[in-house]
């Protein structure tokens, strides 16, 4: 332990990458399925069916769309390329295709401690700039958080990167040229996550403030560069119009503002003083505010993002993510510094003290749990369970009369892009004659699916007027996590999925 400390002193730099990537490794293997819906549906989903040559939920015009879904085809587009990429060097098993993918995202997720580390040496010492570093690697949701397909995290590094070159000093002798570097590097995180643009916009704004508006213009032609260059083609192509799913995006969100969860304006200011453990997420947020006179710009990019997600109805928490490692990075900073520059008596540094005790205690009894959460673990085991069979299913049901509608089946991991009939108590068993009695024998679902225990006996018994021979195979149950999860709050849909096999004569 002693070697590994001295190595950490001598090498800091290097030792919280390793540790981050560690960490992180723990995560690609062990915390599979997803988060989400969005990081599963709206990119694994969606690219592995255009991979295998068919579409899964009417996204493209050949489909039956009739105008951009909104989702920028940048993020999508590279997953579609590895696909591609695996399956040609024979890689076709999803678990396995998502280890790697998994793998890409942690290795990727290291920018995020690396540039981290640059902002906070470059603001203080680089004792502390380890400190930020460490903060960064280990942080109990970010490993996690990291190996997941969410645009509002993969953007993060991108961001980070694109701070840092506009940190650099005035009379650094390509200034210009680290200018135009940030505004590439921000317009590919723009391109992955279109509401970035806010951060950038701050980011923007705090230059034009201090009056350096070539900087500021620079900024904003690396990001248009890329944005251009990412957008207009591919939307052109596609829909016969650039910078189609922008447009799209931007309707759709004003358009839904109250349609999907509404929380009040400190709804984020709670979340990441949860997020961040108090009361150390307290100092962070602190430390933060102290930062915009000397750091400006930055403050700006974190400012005017999380003012406008706070004014926004539409709060779900996925949305603040993107902001939280920069809360982090440059709240230890600004609070360092008040800190050091303050008369402060024995018993707050020892209020102090005794904080970071509490902080490092819950997050490294959180760390293991939430690194290896198999998330959404019954409803991807349970395709799973049925990919060794796949050729033999025409098509499956999901059942789950307990709530409205039955949960989508993610059939990445089926390996089959087969017809998913959705049956909850809204309108009940009806919808399932209705299906059967119209869909051809080609089309007859072998499988169902019924989610969750509640009223088992009674929903299996229910189904057998209507599908008469279907015989019990196995249970599949949610992970650890998912089931706390659960009784924490039944709104997340994590139960024990039972399948059966459905028998024609």
């Not at 108090?278 to 990019?301: C, D, H, V």
């Not at 490294?364 to 019954?378: D, G």
């Amino acid at each position: 332990m002693n070697s590994l400390y001295k190595y950490y002193e001598a090498h800091p730099l290097r030792a919280v990458l390793i540790l981050g990537f560690l960490i992180r490794l723990v995560s690609v293997i062990f915390s599979k399925g997803f988060g989400m819906h969005d990081d599963h549906f709206l990119v694994i989903e969606a690219t592995g069916a255009w991979v295998d040559g068919t579409e899964y939920d009417q996204w493209l015009p050949g489909s039956g769309a009739v105008k951009p879904d909104g989702h920028s085809f940048f993020y999508s587009g590279l997953h579609f390329l590895f696909f591609h990429f695996l399956k040609f060097i024979g890689i076709t098993d999803p678990q396995v295709m998502m280890f790697f993918v998994r793998l890409v995202h942690a290795i990727l997720s290291l920018g995020v401690i690396y540039f981290g580390f640059k902002i906070a040496q470059k603001l203080g010492s680089l004792k502390d700039a380890s400190f930020v570093g460490l903060l960064l690697a280990v942080i109990w949701f970010l490993p996690f958080m990291s190996v997941r397909n969410l645009i509002e995290v993969v953007c993060i590094p991108f961001l980070m990167a694109g701070v840092w070159f506009t940190m650099q000093d005035i009379k650094h002798p390509r200034i210009n040229s680290c200018f135009y570097l940030a505004g590439l590097l921000l317009g590919i995180g723009f391109c992955i996550r279109f509401q970035s643009v806010l951060f950038i916009g701050g980011l923007g704004l705090g230059f034009l403030i201090l009056g350096r508006i070539k900087h500021a213009f620079l900024i904003g032609l690396g990001v248009l560069s890329i944005f251009i260059l990412t957008q207009a083609p591919m939307d052109y192509y596609i829909w016969g119009y650039p910078f189609a799913q922008f447009i799209e995006y931007v309707l759709y969100n004003i358009e839904n503002a109250t349609t999907y969860i509404i929380g009040p304006w400190y709804n984020y200011l709670l979340l990441i003083s949860g997020v961040l453990i108090p009361p150390i997420s307290i100092m962070l947020f602190f430390g933060w505010l102290k930062t915009w006179r000397s750091q400006l710009p930055a403050f700006l990019a974190v400012f005017v993002f999380l003012a406008f997600h706070s004014y926004f109805p539409n709060k779900q928490e996925r949305f603040i993510l993107p902001i939280v490692p920069f809360i982090i990075t440059f709240g230890y900073m600004g609070w360092v510094s008040w800190v050091n520059n303050k008369n402060i008596n024995s018993g707050f540094r020892n209020f102090i003290k005794y904080s970071w005790v509490f902080f490092w205690t819950l997050n490294i009894i959180l760390l293991p749990f939430i690194s290896t959460m198999y998330s959404k673990r019954a409803r991807v085991e349970s395709m799973t369970y049925l990919y060794p069979v796949k050729s033999e299913i025409r098509s499956i049901i999901t059942e789950d009369m307990n709530r409205d509608i039955a949960f989508r089946a993610p059939r990445f991991y089926l390996g089959s892009w087969v017809q998913n009939f959705r049956i909850g108590n809204e309108p009940g068993l009806d919808s399932l004659r209705y299906i059967l009695n119209r869909i051809p024998t080609d089309s007859l679902p072998d499988y169902i699916l019924f989610v969750g225990e509640i009223n088992i006996e009674e929903r299996v018994k229910a189904v057998e007027p209507i599908l008469p021979n279907i015989e019990y195979v196995t249970t599949i149950s949610p992970g650890f996590i998912d089931k706390v999860l659960y009784w924490l709050n039944p709104r997340n849909k994590n139960d024990e999925i039972y399948i059966y096999r459905i028998l024609y004569n």
